[in-house]
């Protein structure tokens, strides 16, 4: 298994602002993904973060809103930009070894957006 | 496109009580099924994976088996505890470059004593 930190743990914030979530794994690993689950909700898969190019993002979701940095192979980065209220969200990293096929998730942010 | 489909909850239950969890899925190939647990306060945890038709996934007395003529993983436990209580979800994914996980939407289990 993997370890996976993320920092902050939690936060409020005001609408308009822009938050940064850091994800950092204790060993390389192939792929990372960045998660949401908006209060009372499942996962929803934000976007593939990509080291050394750029994210791959799903279907409503886009890099003006949540951009993604993963410059090496243990740390990426996700920013919530210009939050609004439905931003609140508990918003999860994960990471999977290749050929594993099995994600490993962190703790996760609980972000509120006032 | 695929999709998973869990009961809903809440499901109360007495301790040592047996416990079933539905998960049905739809799938255009032949992916990978798995429980995650989400103990209060906390992150994902994976529980068990499967990853073949017939394949039975298996930890901390919990089980499901992978059913592909009926397109279903149920997760059971022959004597649930307190300590159990948790948001359970059930997901698939294919693995490979793109390695995305779909939820269902969890089911909240509360054992009481």
């Known amino acids: 298994s993997a370890v996976i930190s993320q920092k902050p743990s939690r936060d409020i914030c005001q609408r308009g602002t822009s938050l940064t979530i850091q994800c950092q794994v204790d060993?390389?690993?192939?792929?990372m993904f960045w998660y949401r689950q908006q209060p009372g909700q499942s996962l929803t898969l934000i976007a593939t973060?990509?080291?050394?190019?750029?994210?791959?993002?799903e279907s409503g979701f886009v890099i003006d809103k949540f951009p993604i940095s993963r410059p090496n192979l243990t740390f990426s980065t996700l920013t919530v930009s210009n939050m609004s209220p439905e931003d609140s969200s508990i918003y999860l990293c994960?990471?999977?070894?290749?050929?594993?096929?099995?994600?490993?998730f962190g703790p996760g942010t609980r972000l509120l957006v006032l | 496109g695929d999709s998973v489909t869990q009961m809903e909850g809440p499901v109360t239950l007495s301790e040592e009580a047996f416990l079933t969890i539905n998960c049905t899925y739809t799938?255009?190939?032949?992916?990978?099924l798995f429980w995650y647990v989400q103990y209060p306060g906390e992150g994902l945890q994976l529980l068990l994976k499967?990853?073949?038709?017939?394949d039975k996934g298996s930890n901390k007395g919990f089980e499901a088996t992978y059913r592909k003529e009926t397109t279903s993983f149920h997760l059971e436990k022959g004597s649930v505890q307190v300590s159990d209580s948790a948001v359970y979800f059930c997901a698939l994914s294919y693995g490979g470059a793109t390695n995305k996980l779909i939820f269902g939407t969890g089911t909240l289990l509360a054992v009481q004593p």
């Open positions: 499967a990853t073949k038709a017939d």
């Open positions: 973060a990509n080291q050394g190019s750029e994210a791959t993002y």
């Open positions: 799938a255009t190939g032949y992916p990978s």
């Open positions: 994960s990471a999977e070894r290749q050929g594993r096929e099995t994600q490993y």
């Open positions: 060993s390389q690993v192939t792929m």
